[in-house]
């Protein structure tokens, strides 16, 4: 059974930074490209950052500069280092996991509120 557990969301002030994680159980870590999605109040979700298996990143332009993507596969987990933050980073940040057998879309974590206030 796959479980991705997100953790670290918190409310913090304008221009403070906060680390997300993820640990991912019941699948392949490194054959498995892991993802950063975000659902703002009252909008869509959308993808924040995404590493692939072998490390390739990619960030919405948003977050460019600011936000940060790594796994660490002793662990299975990915991180979401997030700096400088603004209040349009206020959002529930979800966890994603892609592999050869997973189901379209993936698998989904549960997760995490961030707020930042100004």
């Known amino acids: 059974q796959v479980q991705l557990v997100e953790s670290g969301g918190d409310m913090v002030q304008v221009g403070g930074s906060l680390r997300l994680s993820c640990a991912a159980s019941?699948?392949?870590?490194?054959?498995?490209?892991m993802s950063w999605y975000r659902q703002p109040p009252g909008k869509q979700r959308e993808l924040v950052a995404t590493i692939s298996r072998v490390g390739t990143k990619l960030y919405a332009g948003s977050v460019k500069g600011r936000f940060t993507i790594f796994r660490d596969s002793a662990s299975n987990r990915v991180h979401l280092q997030m700096n400088d933050l603004k209040p349009d980073d206020t959002a529930v940040y979800y966890c994603?996991?892609?592999?050869?057998?997973?189901?379209?879309?993936?698998?989904w974590g549960q997760g995490t509120q961030v707020t930042v206030s100004s």
């Open positions: 994603n996991a892609v592999a050869p057998t997973s189901p379209g879309g993936g698998y």
């Open positions: 019941g699948i392949i870590f490194s054959n498995t490209a």
